[in-house]
């Protein structure tokens, strides 16, 4: 094993460990095979349709992590910031585990999502206008209650949740050459590009033009400040991609890609044309860098997407 991959935050055996750890907490979601002539591509695609996971999207795996490596809970329970699904990740964990949970969203949140975090029991609490306003706030408030902070994306246990979902797609799709992924503040890529690194799969980052966290932080060679904005804000609008997965993916990420907000619509719709899928546009958008152009399979490539949300009303994909 190389020093690039023993000095990671995440590894593989941590991922490996994740699976082990919230084996009967989460779903295990299938794998879809498109043709390359339902999707308008030279190339066919393996989806993994993580937007079927529980609560709608990929994010439990590390909720579940986190808390089940914190066990036992501290008395006042669990505090996350979130755009939407994250929060809906750590309140459905919350409920699971029996604990209480305190879910802070910034102002850009549906009213879809904020149902989600309110049905699972979460007490759910609007803390600025962006995410970041609202981080900052549940971290003040676990500071005073003693609660577990459960970071959406900046923490070991997180990514390595998250990483879960490479290992389940590696055993269902053994032959990929390239995985793309959407990204936000990192958690999802950190942990799939911890799980491959040095192992022949090029994972790819895919991000709206609006919210370039990762693409900005690879430019500059560290995690910078980045513009939060457009269709898929309230899922990949991260102000700035997290140090852990920057970490990762400075070494093991292959490539980092930027999609228009029409791109981001158009996947969404060709996924329910040819699928009848309906994800929501954070979930769609790593489909869209190969629809629109901005990424181009090598010849020969065999390529999976992510998709890995859903949680939105279904009359959004038109």
């Known amino acids: 094993m190389t020093n690039a991959i023993l000095d990671l935050p995440v590894r593989r055996e941590d991922v490996a460990a994740a699976t082990t750890r919230i084996a009967g907490r989460v779903r295990r979601t299938p794998v879809l095979r498109l043709s390359g002539r339902d999707l308008g591509l030279p190339h066919d695609v393996v989806l993994k349709l993580e937007l079927l996971q529980v609560a709608g999207s990929f994010k439990p795996r590390g909720a579940f992590n986190r808390m089940l490596s914190a066990a036992p809970l501290p008395a006042a329970g669990v505090v996350a910031a979130s755009g939407g699904n994250h929060g809906a990740a750590v309140a459905c964990a919350a409920r699971a585990l029996g604990a209480p949970a305190e879910i802070f969203v910034p102002e850009i949140t549906g009213a879809a999502k904020r149902a989600l975090i309110a049905g699972y029991g979460a007490r759910l609490v609007v803390g600025g206008a962006a995410y970041d306003e609202a981080r900052v706030a549940s971290e003040a408030r676990a500071a005073e209650t003693g609660a577990l902070l459960v970071h959406a994306y900046d923490q070991p246990e997180v990514l390595a949740g998250q990483g879960t979902v490479a290992a389940e797609l590696e055993e269902d799709a053994p032959d990929l050459t390239h995985l793309l992924v959407a990204t936000g503040g990192g958690g999802l890529i950190g942990g799939i590009a911890a799980w491959h690194a040095g192992r022949g799969v090029e994972v790819v980052g895919v991000e709206p033009e609006g919210c370039p966290a990762l693409f900005e932080a690879l430019r500059a060679g560290r995690p910078v400040p980045a513009p939060v ?39 969404q719709r060709v996924l329910w044309d040819a699928a009848r899928v309906v994800a929501e546009p954070g979930g769609a958008a790593a489909l869209a860098a190969p629809l629109c152009g901005a990424w181009t399979a090598p010849a020969g490539s065999r390529v999976g997407v992510v998709i890995c949300g859903g949680n939105c009303e279904p009359e959004s994909v038109k």
Request: glycine content about 10%; cysteine-free.
């Open 229 to 267: 904005g457009g269709v898929a804000a309230d899922s990949l609008g991260a102000r700035q991609v997290g140090a852990l997965a920057f970490a990762v993916a400075r070494r093991h990420v292959a490539a980092s890609v930027l999609v228009p907000d029409a791109a981001i619509r158009a996947a």
